[in-house]
C-alpha cells in the first residue's frame, strides 16, 4: 500500500521558514533580516531582503546552444579530445585519434571540476583546472562506432581509448587581454586514467591491498583546504562484467548493482555491453578470483600541483556510487566530509575524521615530488563514517557505522556475514542499510552554505518509490527535490540535525498536487549540481534525463540549466540553459568571481543513450558546428562583457 505524506506540510512543519530564516541570518551575517518578523501585537512587517543575485534571469530554452543572461558570454575552453597542453595532439573530427593520443587530451563526459590557485600567480589570471571525466559515449568514441558486436571481442585499442577517457584532467589555464581564457602548455597539465596507478589507503587496505590501477566514472568532485582534488567514482559497475554466461554475483556484488554486462546499450531488442573492458582485460571481469571491483567506488585524492605524485583512494570515506565529496572543517578541527550515494533507495553519509587539521595550508615546493600535500591528506584515513536517517518530526541523526553499532554484526557476531572496519570501508551500502539508514530519492551533490553551515542535498528524482518517507514524501518522484539541514549546535561533526525541504523540484501550477513544484521563480526539474559561492548563492544544476526531456510535463523545462538560488528567501532564477541533450554540471570559480566554468556534458546524448555512428550530429551540433563532427562534452568559461563579477 502506498504511504502519502503530506509533504506539502514538510516544507514548514519542523522548522517554520521564518524561524528558519531567522537562525539563518543570525548565523550568516550577509543577508539582512528577510521577510518578516514578529511584532509584539502579532501584526508582521516586511523587512528588506539583501539581494544575492541581480542578473536578468533566462528563459526555458530549446536551443542547441548555452544560452546566458544580457551583459554575460559563455566560451568553449575545453572539449573532449582537446589536448591537455593547448597543442597536440590534435582532436580529429572523425573520432579517429588513436589511445594513446587520448590519453593526452581531455576524456568525455566532463562533470564536477575545482579551481586552483598557482602560488606565486594571480588566481584570477592563471590557475589549474581539475576535471571531472564521467563516462564515455561508446558509439562517438570510436571512428566505427561500437562495431564489432558480441560475439567478436572489444579490440584491446579500443577498450585501451576508452579508459583513457575516464577519469581526471588537470589542466593550465590563463586569461587573457580580452577578458577570455585559453590552455597553456604546462608542466603540470596530466591525464589520469582507467590505467593510472593508485595507491589504496584506509581501513580497507587490509581486504582489498594498497595499490591499484586507474579511478573509473569520475562523477563530481570536491576539494580540501590542504589544496588537493577529491575525485568521486560513481557507476563504477558500468565497466565491469564477464564472459563467463553462468556467473552469479555474490550478495554483495548485487548490492552494487554488478552484474554480468555492465552498463549496456539496447540495440535491436538485444542488450549489448557497453563497455567490454573485461573481454581483454581480467580484473574487470567479476568471475576472476582477483578482479577489481571491491578497489573501485572510492574518493580518489589527487594533488594537482605534483604531476606525478601518485593519487589515493581514500576508503575511510565508504564505497558506494559516489557523488561528491563536500568537506568543511568543525571548530575543533576535525574534517567532516559529507557524501551521496546516487542510486534510488541509497544514502547520505558523512565522514567525521579522528584527527584535526591544524589549517596550516602548505606551501608549494616545485622541486619536491613528495607531495606533502597527500601526506596532510592521511586524516582522511582515520575517523567514522555515519549514514543519515530523517525522522517526521523534521529531525535526524548520524548512525555511526562500527562494527557492533546500530544493528551492524561484528565478525565475533557473525563469523560469516560480520564486519570489520574494513568491511564496513567495503560494503558501505549493506552497513548503512543494516543501520536503519533513511533510503532516498538519488543523493547527488550536497553543498556547505559557507556562513550559516546549512547543509543542502539533490534528491534528483525516484519514479520507482513506492513508499513515500518523510525527507523523500513524493512517489513516483519525477521531479526531484532539495532538503536541507541544520547540525546541532552549527557544529559539523554533531550527531543530530534538523531538516526541511529546501524546494520541490517541477512546475508549481501542475495539475497534480503530487507532482507540483514549490520554486517560488524560475522553474525546474531534477537537481543534480549544487554549489554554493562565497556570498551565499547556491547554483542549482539540472539532470533531466534524455529519456524524458521534452516530453509530456518534461516539455515545459526545456534543456537542462543552471539557476542561482536564494537560501533565505527560497528564490531560484535561471542563469544558463544548455544545448540539446546535455546535462549541466560542475562548478568553478575564480576568487573575484568574474569568470566561472560549467561543464557541458553529453551534448546530442539521444533518448536511449545510443548515439547514430552514421549521423553522430542528429540531435546536437554544439559545440563545433555542423563542420564539427560529432557533439563533445566540454568545459566552457562563463563571464560578464564588462569584466564586472558574476551575479552582481
Ligand atoms: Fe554522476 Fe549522479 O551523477
Ligand atoms: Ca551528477
Ligand atoms: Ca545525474
Ligand atoms: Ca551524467
Redesign the pocket.
Known amino acids: 500500500m502506498e504511504k502519502t505524506l503530506p509533504f506539502r506540510e514538510l516544507i514548514d512543519r519542523s522548522l517554520t521558514r521564518r524561524s528558519f530564516v531567522q537562525k539563518v541570518t543570525s548565523s550568516a551575517c550577509l543577508v539582512a533580516l528577510v521577510q518578516s518578523q514578529d511584532h509584539a501585537d502579532g501584526a508582521e512587517v516586511a523587512r528588506p531582503v539583501e539581494e544575492l543575485f541581480q542578473f536578468k534571469g533566462v528563459s526555458i530554452s530549446n536551443a542547441d546552444s548555452v544560452v546566458v543572461p544580457e551583459g554575460y558570454v559563455a566560451e568553449v575552453l575545453y572539449r573532449w579530445g582537446d589536448p591537455i597542453d593547448g597543442i597536440s595532439p590534435i582532436f580529429k573530427s572523425d573520432a579517429s585519434n588513436s589511445a594513446a593520443e587520448q590519453e593526452r587530451q581531455a576524456g568525455m563526459g566532463h ?1 564536477g571540476m575545482e579551481f586552483f590557485a598557482i602560488p606565486g600567480s594571480d588566481p584570477n589570471l592563471r590557475g589549474l583546472l581539475a576535471i571531472n571525466h ?1 563516462y564515455t559515449d561508446q558509439v562517438l568514441l570510436f571512428h566505427d562506432g561500437i562495431d564489432p558486436l558480441p560475439p567478436a571481442k572489444m579490440p584491446l585499442e579500443k577498450v585501451r581509448k576508452s579508459q583513457a577517457s575516464h577519469g581526471v584532467s588537470i589542466i593550465e589555464i590563463e586569461k587573457q587581454r580580452d577578458g577570455s581564457w585559453r590552455i597553456v602548455p604546462s608542466s603540470r597539465c596530466r591525464r589520469i586514467t582507467a590505467e593510472t596507478p593508485i595507491k589504496i589507503s584506509g581501513p580497507a587496505v587490509s581486504k582489498i591491498g594498497d595499490s591499484v590501477r586507474g579511478t573509473v566514472n569520475n ?2 568532485a570536491g576539494r580540501t583546504p590542504w589544496g588537493t582534488y577529491l575525485t568521486c567514482e ?2 563504477f559497475h558500468s565497466v565491469f562484467g564477464t564472459k563467463d554466461r553462468g556467473f552469479e554475483p555474490t550478495p554483495t556484488q548485487k548490492a552494487y548493482g554488478l552484474d554480468a554486462n555492465g552498463f549496456a546499450y539496447s540495440i535491436d531488442g538485444k542488450q549489448v555491453p557497453a563497455f567490454r573492458w573485461w573481454e581483454q582485460l581480467d580484473r574487470f571481469d567479476l568471475s576472476h578470483p582477483a578482479n577489481d571491483s571491491e578497489r573501485f567506488g572510492y574518493v580518489v585524492e589527487i594533488d594537482p600541483m605534483s604531476p606525478d605524485s601518485t593519487p589515493i583512494k581514500r576508503t575511510a570515506l565508504g564505497r558506494f556510487r559516489h ?1 561528491n565529496a563536500e568537506l568543511t572543517v568543525a571548530e575543533d578541527g576535525r574534517v567532516v566530509i559529507y557524501m551521496g550515494d ?1 542510486e534510488m533507495e541509497q544514502y547520505i553519509y558523512k565522514f567525521v575524521s579522528t584527527d584535526r587539521w591544524g589549517g596550516e595550508i602548505l606551501r608549494e615546493d616545485p622541486s619536491s615530488m613528495t607531495s606533502e600535500r597527500l601526506q596532510a591528506g592521511g586524516i582522511l584515513d582515520r575517523g567514522t563514517l555515519y549514514a543519515a536517517q530523517f525522522s517526521e518530526d523534521g529531525t535526524g541523526r548520524w548512525l555511526a557505522l562500527i562494527p557492533g553499532q546500530n544493528g551492524i554484526p561484528s565478525l565475533t557476531e557473525d563469523p560469516k556475514n560480520g564486519f570489520d572496519l574494513a568491511e564496513i570501508c567495503v560494503r558501505t551500502r549493506e552497513a548503512a542499510k543494516m543501520a536503519n539508514a533513511t533510503p532516498m530519492d538519488r543523493p ?1 551533490w550536497l553543498a556547505v552554505h559557507p556562513h550559516s553551515r546549512e547543509v543542502y542535498a539533490s534528491l534528483t528524482n525516484n519514479k520507482n518509490r513506492q513508499v513515500a518517507n518523510a525527507a523523500n514524501p513524493r512517489t513516483k518522484n519525477v521531479f526531484g527535490h532539495i532538503v536541507r539541514w541544520r547540525e546541532k549546535d552549527d557544529n559539523p561533526a554533531s550527531l543530530e540535525f534538523r531538516w526541511q525541504v529546501f524546494i520541490f523540484g517541477g512546475n508549481p501550477s501542475h495539475p497534480d498536487e503530487k507532482h507540483r513544484g514549490s520554486a517560488k521563480g524560475d522553474i525546474f526539474a531534477c537537481p ?1 549540481g549544487l554549489k554554493f559561492d562565497p556570498t551565499g548563492t547556491l547554483w542549482i544544476q539540472t ?1 533531466m534525463s534524455s529519456s524524458v526531456m521534452g516530453k509530456d510535463r518534461f516539455a515545459e523545462l526545456g534543456h537542462n540549466m543552471m539557476l542561482a538560488a536564494h537560501p533565505a528567501t527560497g528564490e531560484t532564477r535561471r542563469f544558463l540553459t544548455g544545448p540539446t541533450g546535455c546535462e549541466i554540471t560542475g562548478h568553478a570559480m575564480t576568487p573575484d568571481r568574474q569568470t566561472m566554468f560549467v561543464n557541458i556534458q553529453h551534448p546530442g546524448e539521444p533518448a536511449d543513450e545510443l548515439s547514430d555512428p552514421l549521423a553522430p550530429q542528429k540531435y546536437s551540433q554544439w559545440p563545433d558546428g555542423p563542420s564539427g563532427g560529432r557533439p563533445r562534452s566540454a568545459t566552457v568559461v562563463i563571464r560578464r562583457t564588462d569584466g564586472g563579477v558574476i551575479g552582481d
Open positions: 562533470d564521467e562523477c563530481a560513481e557507476n557523488e546516487d547527488e543534480d539532470d
